[in-house]
């Protein structure tokens, strides 16, 4: 219970759009904060972008302008809708909620519930 299920991953070519979805059970989505972070094969996990309860997001400098996070909290959902994207941004995307307030960026340490995670491929 809580914990959050990634869906919507899956291979695009470069330049294409993915839209992920983060559906939870067992809390409202409208009193946490929830998180996108992403693990490239071999490297760190990485923040990606993060929604607050009150809607307001905010994007790592690597994504901004391509990656937007948006919340339905009638279906205890967020999306992460991923536009020109690029090999580089080829990962497991994880989706993670907090119930309490967190400073951006966040680490990764601050989620109390993780998702199992959802690939992303982006070739050519």
């Known amino acids: 219970q809580g914990q959050p299920v990634e869906s919507g991953g899956g291979s695009v070519a470069p330049g294409g759009s993915l839209t992920l979805s983060c559906q939870t059970s067992g809390f409202a989505l409208n009193y946490v904060c929830v998180a996108w972070f992403r693990q490239a094969a071999g490297k760190e996990r990485e923040w990606v972008g993060m929604?607050?309860?009150?809607?307001?997001?905010y994007y790592a400098e690597h994504v901004k302008g391509r990656f937007t996070i948006s919340r339905d909290d009638a279906r205890n959902t967020v999306y992460l809708q991923m536009d020109n994207l690029k090999p580089e941004d080829t990962a497991m995307y994880y989706c993670a909620a907090a119930r309490k307030t967190l400073m951006v960026p966040p680490r990764a340490s601050d989620f109390d519930y993780w998702g199992q995670g959802t690939q992303v491929t982006v070739s050519s």
């Open positions: 929604v607050y309860p009150a809607g307001r997001s």
